[in-house]
T-cell receptor, first 115, second 114 residues
Framework: KAGVTQTPRYLIKTRGQQVTLSCSPI?????VSWYQQTPGQGLQFLFE???????NKGNFPGRFSGRQFSNSRSEMNVSTLELGDSALYLC??????????????FGPGTRLTVL | AQSVTQLDSHVSVSEGTPVLLRCNYS??????LFWYVQHPNKGLQLLLK??????LVKGINGFEAEFKKSETSFHLTKPSAHMSDAAEYFC????????????FGSGTRLLVRP
């Protein structure tokens, strides 16, 4: 089975621009979660989507948004980019069972640099 | 609320010696616990997970972890370190009281000396 794929792998943007990142989950997985990884804050949960609905949300400003399509692929969008948004954005997919047996599998990430 | 504390930000071992990476958790309900590894410029790879079955969990690449409820710990061990084990390791917790969000510790960077 193919793993989680994320595109693009690298992005360079300038302050004030917006960016869209894409994630394709493992086949059969219905949940997609997004994380931001920075040296200062570590791994922080952004949001989770299941059946095209946001099911969980982390503590991030409204500039961060996402969506999920009917084929479970997900996109996240960051508007009005700030320097502090420079990070590795990781996507993870799971079967979405609301139980302790659910396991998240991660993609390689998108490295976003904001200049 | 659930939380995870990784007690060491850096661990340095010699090749061929044992590895111990420490993780303590806090959870009001029976949690799932995970260890992930991240090599430079890569995503997170699942090493192993505990989901209330056997308390000693075996993972990939010779790693294992023991769930100790009385100590609220889930330390990761390997009998003999290999150069390829050099990476960053993340302990994570998930469960009912986090709405099954995966909460990570701050990470432990493992250095393996030749």
């Amino acid at each position: 089975k193919a793993g989680v794929t994320q595109t693009p792998r690298y992005l360079i943007k300038t302050r004030g621009q917006q960016v869209t990142l894409s994630c394709s989950p493992i086949s059969g997985h219905r949940s997609v979660s997004w994380y931001q990884q920075t040296p200062g804050q570590g791994l922080q949960f952004l949001f989770e989507y299941f059946s095209e609905t946001q099911r969980n949300k982390g503590n991030f400003p409204g500039r961060f948004s996402g969506r999920q399509f009917s084929n479970s692929r997900s996109e996240m969008n960051v508007s009005t980019l700030e320097l502090g948004d420079s990070a590795l954005y990781l996507c993870a997919s799971s079967l979405a069972e609301r139980s302790n047996t659910d396991t998240q599998y991660f993609g390689p990430g998108t490295r976003l640099t904001v200049l | 609320a659930q939380s995870v504390t990784q007690l060491d930000s850096h661990v340095s071992v010699s090749e061929g010696t044992p590895v111990l990476l420490r993780c303590n958790y806090s959870s009001s309900y029976s949690p799932s616990l995970f260890w992930y590894v991240q090599h430079p410029n890569k995503g997170l790879q699942l090493l192993l997970k505990y989901t209330s079955a056997a308390t000693l969990v075996k993972g990939i690449n010779g790693f294992e972890a023991e769930f100790k409820k009385s100590e609220t710990s889930f330390h990761l061990t390997k009998p003999s370190a290999h150069m390829s084990d050099a990476a960053e390791y993340f302990c994570g917790v998930s469960g009912f009281d986090s709405s099954y969000k995966l909460i990570f510790g701050s990470g432990t960077r493992l250095l393996v000396r030749p």
